[in-house]
């Protein structure tokens, strides 16, 4: 192992965190800082992030010591093929959200405050995702969720307000839930280093206590992700936060601290069981099926999305709950796609929303003459996320569905394919309504004032145009991942650590060793 | 085992609070009487029959010493419901400033 590559790991945390604590300091004074400092930060993050995924295919996993000290004592931080794959999805999607905010935040009058909280959450999602020890998860996690509470309530409206007090008190007693889970396997393993505290449930065997222990990070795990019996803050909050912000919440957020908290606790650390996976599996299907159901009803743009966004967790915690190597790279695909379209749509219903001054479908329409870049791109996302073949979204859900039918389960893939056409018909109506057919009247009423507005919607400014191509452009050639020259290090890689199971405690020993 | 029971209790009594209060300081305190049952029942796993208090010194062996590492974990768990509670509290005024009432059913614009 190359002696000094580990050391990259803690900057995951250090980096955003420096960022926050600089802009909090000068960001008040010094204006132009936030903005450079915060897209600064977010892109050495990539970068970084680029440089772990190969460093982890040249070295194998990396273990980082915090303060030297040996693991099963203190604290690691561990760099495996999910924890990169992740790490790239995060930061990619940040630093896109960053770029897209240097001109969508003029509005707000705090923007160094927006960076500071921005770049806190983001510290703590990464932290969530290269935590090898059970309590850090914990602390990083709640990190995360303050920070995403504050950033809810940013425009401190009527509706932020309720839709951030909602959040916090769902978000709360989802973290009490987890926090109970680690204070009884503490108390059953006498280790919170998750390596360690596999081998030794591997040793005691599943019990009636790691299963009630599974149970209660199912919920508490869930109750972030917005799983349909625990969705009900979502609809509320992501639609209630600046644009940026409800693409981070959707497009990673929920899927770090939901998703990849599950899958690796639940496969890396307990092992799985027919019931545990009965469980995912039908928290999976409820997810899609209500999520799009609900979604097809609403006239607000980003509710929509919103809902949408519950129906596409759906889809990957189905894929990780069918438990084969298949329905694992299917659901991490489907991951990294639905992160960047639905940032992608989020990012685009923000400047539809700056130009036109509404979220209502039905104060819209024929917006695609006058704003012809946020029309494309949304429509390469729209058709993404609905499954239309040649783009990325397709495959993710194809091979989602081969997978299902695969492992047997013949009624889950059927809902599947079904609850993607319901996806493609409220995208359909989301096209329709906006960037198609004529001007609503409440636009194109020939009294002076209306015409005004008329004339007056236009393209957003540049940074918001940069950052939604790039994303459209990722959607686009997203299916190329799937290519094997390029999924080995990327997609294999994370898809072969949920799918070692257990194996994954001996691989992180070994190399501390 | 009659502690424990107690912890469960609390922890009951702490979400019925979040689940039937309409008002929204109640919810609040409701949230802190399930967070510090849980806290409670983290440092309680950590003790032992008569132990006595985590402290090396070199006339004393470690025997019959409590477990110190849950009651560290508590400390942070309890800095961090304080953050918690600060950011609940402080919606909540924000909240009392827009609509003059801490009355949830009073407080719904979103149909969610």
């Given amino acids: 192992m190359e002696p000094n590559t580990h050391n990259l790991i803690p900057l995951f945390v250090i980096l955003p965190l420096a960022g926050a604590f600089i802009i909090s ?88 405050s927006f960076y500071t909280l921005f770049l806190l959450m983001l510290a703590g999602m990464n932290g969530v995702v290269i935590s090898g020890d059970m309590f850090n998860l914990f602390v990083f996690l709640e990190i995360a969720s303050v920070a995403s509470y504050a950033l809810v309530a940013f425009g401190t409206e009527h509706e932020e307000l309720e839709a951030s007090f909602k959040y916090m008190v769902m978000g709360t007693v989802g973290s009490l839930l987890v926090l109970l889970g680690i204070a009884l396997m503490y108390s059953y393993t006498s280790t919170l280093n998750m390596a360690d505290m596999a081998i030794i449930l591997a040793q005691k065997g599943i019990t009636r206590i790691s299963f009630f222990v599974s149970i209660l990070f199912i919920a508490g795990f869930g109750l972030k992700a917005a799983l349909v019996p625990f969705h009900a803050w979502l609809p509320d909050a992501h639609p209630s936060a600046p644009a940026p912000i409800s693409a981070m919440l959707s497009g990673v957020l929920i899927k770090t601290l939901g998703i990849y908290t599950i899958a690796r606790i639940l496969y890396n650390v307990f092992g799985m069981s027919k019931e545990l996976t009965n469980i995912l599996l039908l928290f999976g299907a409820l997810s899609m099926i209500v999520g799009a159901l609900l979604a097809m009803g609403q006239w607000d743009l980003k509710r929509l999305l919103a809902y949408s966004s519950i129906s596409q967790v759906g889809y990957v915690i189905l894929g990780i709950g069918l438990g084969t190597p298949l329905g694992m ?25 700056y130009a036109v001054g509404t979220r209502d479908m039905r104060m819209m329409g024929g917006l695609r003459e006058k704003m012809p870049i946020t029309g494309c791109t949304s429509l390469i996302a729209s058709m993404s996320i609905a499954g239309v073949p040649p783009l990325s979204g397709f495959f993710s859900k194809l091979i989602i569905i081969f997978a299902a039918v695969q492992a047997g389960y013949i009624g889950y893939a059927f809902w599947a394919a079904l609850v993607s056409v319901l996806t493609l018909a409220y995208f359909m109506s989301v096209q329709k309504n906006i960037f198609f057919g004529t001007p609503s009247r409440a636009l194109a009423k020939s009294d002076g004032r209306r015409v005004a507005k008329w004339e007056s919607i236009k393209e957003p400014p540049v940074f918001m145009k940069i950052s939604v191509i790039t994303l459209a452009l990722i959607c686009i050639i997203g299916g190329l991942l799937l290519l094997p020259a390029l999924s080995g290090n990327f997609l294999k890689a994370a898809a072969e650590v949920l799918a070692a199971g257990r194996a994954y405690a001996s691989t992180v020993l070994e190399s501390i060793m | 085992m009659t502690v424990y029971f107690m912890c469960l209790i609390l922890f009951a009594v702490g979400i019925y609070c979040i689940l039937r209060k309409r008002n929204l300081i109640k919810i609040i305190i409701g949230i802190m009487i399930a967070e510090y049952a849980i806290h409670l029942l983290f440092a309680l796993l950590g003790y032992r029959t008569d132990g006595r208090a985590p402290i090396f010194s070199p006339d ?53």
């Fill in chain 1, 25 to 112: 300091l000068v960001g008040k004074k010094v204006r132009w800082i936030s903005d450079v400092l915060g897209n600064l930060v977010t892109l050495s993050l990539v970068i970084a992030s680029v440089f772990s995924i190969f460093a982890v295919s040249k070295y194998g996993i990396l273990v980082y010591k915090v303060g030297s000290w040996i693991p099963p004592i203190g604290i690691a931080m561990v760099l495996d093929g999910l924890t990169g794959f992740m790490l790239l999805t995060v930061n990619l999607v940040a630093f896109l959200c960053t770029v897209y905010s240097v001109n969508y935040m003029e509005k707000y009058t705090a923007k160094w």
């Fill in chain 1, 329 to 353: 790279l299917g659901a991490l695909f489907h991951l990294f796609n639905h992160s960047v379209f639905k940032s992608l749509l989020f990012l685009n219903s923000g400047a539809v929303e």
């Fill in chain 2, 60 to 112: 004393e062996g470690i025997v019959n010493m409590v477990d110190p590492l849950p009651q560290a974990l508590v400390l942070t768990a309890i800095v961090i419901g304080l953050a918690v509670t600060a950011m609940l509290v402080a919606i909540a005024i924000r909240i009392y400033e827009k609509y003059g009432t801490f009355d949830i059913t009073k407080i719904k614009k979103l149909h969610g």
